[in-house]
């Protein structure tokens, strides 16, 4: 290998696994290879639904073992959820999950105080019940954030305990609905109107960031050589999925695909009216000062979760199964809460359709089929309203993430969209992280050449649209109607 190419584990921590990859990167290359994969199982337990925290974090440790000698190391999960240190910076219990019910009637109470208009005017942040201002005000008479002295978001949380020093990534911080995504900072008298200790988070730190080293004791569990640095990433994992959006010119949609459908716009400053807050569109910190224009869609785990209850039949088969139904027989959305909870998914899911007067799927391919009718028409609607609110006109539409492995989906969100879609890479995420570690090192330049060693150095898929686009109107206004 040329002494221009380096070395960088990315922890891509997602909501069912996590893993380490290794990716080496030179001017002209970019490979990606997975050191570790190890599972992300959260317990229940009897105060409600916890993160596996530490079973996480030793996934981590064996995963930099097995990925050899590294440059840096990178951290990316999921967003919103946070442990709490006390005085001495011991963990004080296992993070509450994001599905956890504690939330349920807090958001009325928020905004009882702040009301919801004024809220998204001073955060951008769609409503989600789980964001990280409603779990901290549910929290709030608790024994555990009382004796709390540090707040750390998830990532943020590995980092501290690879290297012993404390900050807040921006990208993520920016789901907390405790930022003003104009100033890129804390939104102070927000937080203080509502009773929130801002003094608990750490330092805000910006993706390239140095994050440490990482401490004598890892480097000894590890096998690994000092000094090795910790660099700050866009540590929400959709932030680095969208910088790893293989795109040329700025008129794009992209789709993150996996558990969350997570489709909308890279703009440069945020839309904060009225109507984006009614259609329910985030305004989340990207890299560079950009703005994650989005919206949140249930995603692949309507279908996780029916497979799951299904006893894990074999997934190509049931979805070559399902390119035999015949298309949007019946569709639910895709983005109602009534999906959020885990367990009988395919017993709701046939209910929402019977409730909305359409045929009910029986077989499971039937009801795949619906799944993937209904995620194609909520990419479609996410994509053309977000068009519409930030003024922003779109020629193709680029799916990151596992979802670019289901070609059946694709192919029906190009078919719903009218537009061509782009496919890949699968591990955008993990690129991602790469490379901002990368650009930290000196590799790459600014997100135009990262974007375009992307296009380069991975596959890709181009899917056309095809079919009948009125049939997607009409699936739109039966689900409106509904």
Not at 26 to 52: C, I, K
Not at 458 to 464: D, K
Not at 475 to 480: I, K, Y
């Amino acid at each position: 290998m040329s002494e221009h190419v380096k070395s960088f584990a990315a922890v891509d921590l997602g909501a069912s696994s996590g893993r380490v990859m290794v990716g080496r990167v030179g001017p002209e290359s970019l490979e990606l290879t997975e050191a570790h994969r190890f599972p992300n199982r959260p317990v229940r337990v009897p105060e409600g639904l916890r993160w596996d925290i530490l079973s996480l974090y030793a996934g981590v440790l064996d995963g930099l073992r097995a990925a050899g000698q590294v440059d840096s190391v990178g951290i990316d999960s999921w967003a919103v959820d946070y442990g709490l240190l006390d005085a001495d910076g011991a963990l004080l219990g296992n993070p509450v999950h994001y599905r956890d019910a504690r939330t349920e009637g807090v958001a009325e109470k928020v905004w009882a105080t702040v009301p919801a208009a004024e809220l998204y005017a001073a955060t951008g942040l769609q409503y989600a019940p789980f964001n990280t201002l409603y779990q901290l005000t549910a929290a709030r008479s608790t024994a555990q954030l009382a004796a709390a002295e540090r707040l750390l978001l998830v990532p943020d949380l590995l980092a501290y305990w690879l290297t012993g020093e404390a900050g807040t990534e921006i990208t993520n911080a920016s789901t907390t609905q405790l930022i003003d995504p104009r100033t890129r900072d804390w939104s102070h008298n927000l937080a203080d109107r509502l009773g929130i200790d801002l003094t608990l988070f750490a330092p805000l730190r910006q993706p390239g960031d140095p994050a440490g080293l990482l401490l004598p004791r890892v480097l000894e569990e590890t096998g690994l050589r000092g000094p090795v640095p910790v660099t700050t990433v866009g540590s929400h994992d959709t932030a680095s999925a969208v910088a790893a959006v293989p795109a040329a010119g700025g008129r794009f949609a992209y789709i993150c695909t996996g558990t969350w459908s997570l489709a909308g716009l890279e703009l440069e400053r945020p839309v904060l009216t009225e109507a984006s807050r009614a259609a329910n569109f985030t305004n989340e910190l990207g890299l560079d000062g950009t703005v994650r224009y989005l919206r949140n869609i249930m995603g692949l785990w309507l279908l996780q979760e029916c497979v799951r209850e299904w006893g894990q039949p074999d997934l190509g088969e049931l979805l070559r199964a399902a390119a035999e139904v015949p298309a949007l027989r019946s569709v639910v959305d895709a983005g109602d809460a009534t999906f959020l909870a885990p367990g009988r998914m395919p017993a709701r899911i046939t209910d929402a359709c019977r409730e909305s007067g359409q045929p009910v799927p029986e077989s499971r391919a039937e009801i795949t089929r619906c799944i993937l009718d209904s995620l194609a028409l909520a990419h479609r609607r996410a994509i053309r309203e977000a068009e519409a609110l930030a003024d922003h006109p779109v020629d193709v539409v680029h799916i990151v993430g596992g979802g670019t492995r289901n070609e059946l989906l694709c192919q029906l969100t190009a078919d719903a969209c009218g537009l061509p879609v782009v496919a890949g890479p699968a591990e955008a995420a993990a690129l991602g992280n790469v490379l901002v570690q990368a650009r930290a090192h000196g590799l790459v330049g600014d997100r135009t050449s990262m974007r375009r060693l992307l296009a380069r150095t991975q596959p890709l898929r181009r899917y056309e649209p095809r079919g009948d686009a009125a049939a997607w109107r009409a699936a739109q206004d039966r689900l409106t109607r509904g």
